[in-house]
């Protein structure tokens, strides 16, 4: 939560905003030049993935909000990062969501989109779990013959034009029928979680939250309405990576009126930066960040 030791306001200026778009977009350059051995466009792709805000009046304790972020997940806790020490829930209203937790986004697929440190999140996931009534998944299900899939002098993070539903170019991961398609090693099997989502089947489809089919949030994948109709009210989140599909996972539940609790030892992100700038977003959208499942107490 925040804390508020003096109740001052303070102005973030557009100059600001530029700022740190501009250190992210560097970040983006220099990561995924050591993933890919090419140039991305880091600047598209931090406007695409965080809009430029307009200037805004914020509490200063917000602007201080700087986790140390590791692999992109894990997280200082304390006040000086906004992690909640202790959360309460009430196990029958509450549900886990594993976000893509797949070995496409670890480092056993080196080749497609490895996140450092993906793989580590399984004991998380599964601890958040057990103290949940209703446990739901996602996975991305892509075509090899994708329309974008980079290659042919398009370079992977580049950006794509012409598509409603696919707006960046990107290598070819979580094919059905590939290792990089399988959950995590130590997650349960799909047939055991209680609903599930297979979402980018389309070739011409590139979603990134699990609530929706498509970019523009039409078309429902169904799992919102699912926890509703199991009078789930909170749901722990976890998954891979936190900059992206997470991230916009957790937004779309806090449209949807859930409380969402993200639980940082059960993600990791494809950089500091961006990592940081997602968990800062989804926090201020009314997110609440804990350190891990043991801050979790369930209650019956």
């Known amino acids: 939560m925040i804390d508020k030791p003096n109740g001052r306001i303070k102005t973030v200026s557009t100059e600001d905003s530029l700022s740190e778009h501009e250190r992210l977009a560097e970040a983006l350059d ?54 909640s020490q202790r959360i309460k829930v009430v196990r029958a209203r509450t549900a886990a969501f594993d976000v893509d937790a797949q070995n496409t986004f670890t480092e056993i697929c080196p080749d497609e989109l490895p996140v450092k440190g993906g793989q580590d999140i399984v004991d998380e996931l599964n601890a958040q779990a057990a103290l949940c009534a209703v446990r739901v998944g996602s996975k991305d299900a892509h075509s090899p013959a994708a329309v974008w899939i980079a290659g042919e002098g398009r370079q992977p993070m580049s950006r794509l034009d012409g598509y409603d539903n696919a707006d960046v170019c990107w290598p070819v991961h979580a094919v059905p029928g590939t290792p990089g398609f399988r959950l995590i090693d130590g997650l349960p099997p799909v047939t055991d979680y209680d609903y599930f989502v297979w979402k980018g089947v389309e070739p011409d489809m590139h979603p990134y939250g699990a609530c929706y089919h498509d970019i523009g949030e039409r078309m429902s994948t169904g799992v919102i309405e699912y926890l509703k109709s199991r009078g789930i009210d909170t749901v722990l989140v976890g998954g891979l990576a936190t900059d992206y599909c997470v ?16 639980n940082l030892a059960a993600v990791r992100g ?31």
């Open 30 to 83: 220099r990561q995924f030049s050591e993933i890919f051995g090419t140039e991305a466009d880091g600047r598209f792709f931090v406007d695409m993935l965080l809009p430029k805000p307009p200037p805004v009046r914020t509490n200063e304790a917000e602007l201080s909000w700087r986790p140390t972020v590791i692999a992109g997940g894990a997280s200082k806790t304390g006040r000086e990062t906004g992690v």
């Open 247 to 262: 991230r916009h996972t957790v937004l779309q539940l806090l449209r949807a009126g859930f409380r969402v609790v993200v």
């Open 270 to 300: 494809v950089a500091a930066d961006t990592s940081e700038a997602a968990l800062r977003e989804m926090r201020q959208a009314g997110a609440v960040l804990t350190a891990g499942a043991a801050e979790l107490e369930a209650a019956s």
